[in-house]
C-alpha cells in the first residue's frame, strides 16, 4: 500500500481534514510546542499534509507556527479564536445546552454571552412550553439564529466588534448591559478550578462580569476541558454562580468539590467519545 492510500484511512473528505486539525490544535495547545515531525506520527499523515495543516491553522489565528514546529501557551488568545471554539468538543457543548435549556422557563429574559456552548444553547431555544422569550446578546452568531422567531423579543448588546470572537466588546458593550436586568445569565468562560474562573482576554472578563452583575440569576456552562486549569485574568469565584452545568468528563473530586460551592448539574453526552483521529490524504 503506498502512503497516500495508508494516510485515506476510514471517512477520508473535508469533514475528516477538519478533525484531524482539531486534534492538531488540541495536542499543540496542550503541549505548548511541538514539532512538525511528532505531529506527523500522532496523526498518521505526511510531514507535508501537516505543514499544510499548520499553515491554515495559523492562517485562522489558532496557533503560532515557527522553523521545524509550532507554539501555542494553553489559555492563551488562541482559544480566543471562533475557529477553533466552534471545532472543539462539540458533543459535549450540545449535552451542556440542552441540560442549560432546562433552568429556562416561559416569558424569561436570558442573556446569553458570545461562547460557543452559549451559542448550541440559542439554537435549542426556544424549547417547547418556553416560549416567549426576551434573548440578550452581545454574539453576532446568536443574533443570527433569533432574527426570523417572532416568539423571541431580540435586544442586541452593541459595541466594538471583535472578528476574532464575532461578537460586540468594549466600553459601549459593558454600558448597554449595565443599563439593563435580566431574569437569568447564562456565560462559559475559558477555564476554571475548583474556585475560580477565568479568561485570557480583559475585555472579554468586563463584558462578561457586567453580564454576570445584570442577573437575577446566573449559570455558569463549561466542557470538562476547561476545569482544573487557569487563565491571565479572574473572572469571579465559582460562589458567584447559582448553577453550574458541566458534561460528564469532569473528574470526580473536582465535582465534588464544585457542589460543595453552588448547584452543579451534569449532562449526559449523548455520542460516543472519538479517541483516535481521523486521517486523510494531504489535502
Not at 120 to 136: D, F, K, N, Q, S
Not at 159 to 185: K, N, Q, W
Not at 209 to 215: H, I, P, V
Request: hydrophobic share 40%; charged share 25%.
Amino acid at each position: 500500500m503506498t502512503r497516500t492510500e495508508a494516510e485515506k484511512g476510514p471517512g477520508s473528505g473535508a469533514r475528516s481534514q477538519e478533525s484531524r486539525r482539531q486534534y492538531i490544535a488540541e495536542r499543540v495547545l496542550e503541549h505548548g510546542t511541538v514539532t512538525v515531525t511528532w505531529l506527523a506520527g500522532k496523526t498518521g499523515v505526511s510531514v507535508m499534509t501537516v505543514h499544510r495543516d499548520l499553515d491554515e491553522l495559523a492562517r485562522r489565528g489558532v496557533l503560532r507556527r515557527f522553523r521545524g514546529g509550532v507554539s501555542a501557551q494553553p489559555s492563551s488568545v488562541f482559544e480566543s479564536n471562533l475557529d477553533y471554539r466552534l471545532g472543539v468538543h462539540v458533543a459535549e457543548k450540545e449535552a451542556v445546552a440542552r441540560a442549560a435549556a432546562e433552568l429556562i422557563e416561559p416569558g424569561m429574559s436570558v442573556m446569553l454571552d458570545d461562547s460557543t456552548t452559549a451559542l448550541a444553547l440559542a439554537r435549542l431555544l426556544p424549547e417547547p412550553g418556553t416560549a416567549p422569550l426576551t434573548v440578550l446578546t452581545n454574539a453576532r452568531r446568536v443574533i443570527d439564529v433569533f432574527t426570523d422567531r417572532e416568539d423571541v423579543r431580540l435586544i442586541g448588546l452593541g459595541g466594538e466588534y471583535s472578528r476574532t470572537h464575532d461578537s460586540f466588546l468594549g466600553m459601549p458593550c459593558v454600558e448597554a448591559i449595565e443599563a439593563l436586568s435580566v431574569d437569568l445569565v447564562l456565560v462559559s468562560t475559558s477555564a476554571m478550578n475548583a474556585r475560580m474562573t477565568f479568561h485570557q482576554e480583559q475585555d472579554v472578563v468586563l463584558v462578561k462580569r457586567a453580564m454576570l452583575r445584570s442577573g437575577t440569576r446566573t449559570a455558569l456552562l463549561m466542557d470538562h476541558s476547561k476545569l482544573a486549569r487557569t487563565a491571565l485574568h479572574r473572572l469571579c469565584p465559582v460562589t458567584d454562580f447559582d448553577h453550574v452545568v458541566l458534561d460528564a468528563g469532569v473528574e470526580p473530586r473536582l465535582l465534588a468539590e464544585l457542589r460543595e460551592q453552588t448547584d452543579v448539574r451534569v449532562a449526559e453526552t449523548a455520542t460516543e467519545p472519538v479517541t483516535e483521529p481521523v486521517t486523510e490524504a494531504g489535502n
